[in-house]
């Protein structure tokens, strides 16, 4: 289902910018269908297909964690990791308004403004990764090592 044009979103100026090597892969885009329905749809295994979540620390100061489509983040281990009292998920309009990027199309490449970046640490062990390329229903391929060497992100293991 590969295009020869995709839309310009702020990821792809990013990535391109950046110089690294990548691949775009489009899917039809499902609500709630999340990373199992890219995955199926690209004949991938969930755990190389990467989700940019927005979370926010009790004081409302808004984090980016990415991790593998098949697991889900450890609030309470995100919070010890980031030495706060709590951390929860963003609500979607807020999530908006830190990264310029609606749910589902959240791309850690191009955000609106500056956010610190966590990472599951197992991701950097991935030989290639999908992640969202700033719009819903459009996956970027490239190496986890090209990730962590643009984003720079703090490695933590907060999976479950």
Not at 17 to 28: A, F
Not at 59 to 84: C, F, Y
Not at 136 to 156: C, N
Request: glycine share 8%; charged share 25%; hydrophobic share 40%.
């Amino acid at each position: 289902m590969a295009k020869d044009k995709f839309p310009m979103t702020q990821a792809i100026r990013a990535l391109k910018k950046s110089g690294v090597r990548y691949t775009l892969h489009d899917y039809k885009y499902e609500e709630k269908g999340g990373t199992e329905r890219a995955a199926s749809e690209l004949n991938v295994d969930e755990h190389i297909v990467l989700k940019t979540l927005i979370m926010e620390d009790h004081t409302g100061e808004p984090v980016v964690i990415i991790m593998h489509g098949d697991k889900q983040v450890s609030t309470k281990g995100l919070a010890r990791a980031l030495n706060v009292k709590a951390i929860k998920p963003c609500e979607p309009k807020t999530a908006h308004q830190h990264t310029g990027y609606f749910v589902g199309g959240t791309s850690p490449f191009g955000l609106k403004k500056p956010l610190r970046i966590y990472m599951e640490k197992s991701v950097e062990y991935l030989p290639e990764i999908f992640i969202n390329a700033g719009k819903r229903g459009l996956l970027a391929k490239m190496s986890s090592r090209d990730l962590i060497e643009i984003l720079k992100p703090i490695p933590v293991n907060v999976a479950i």
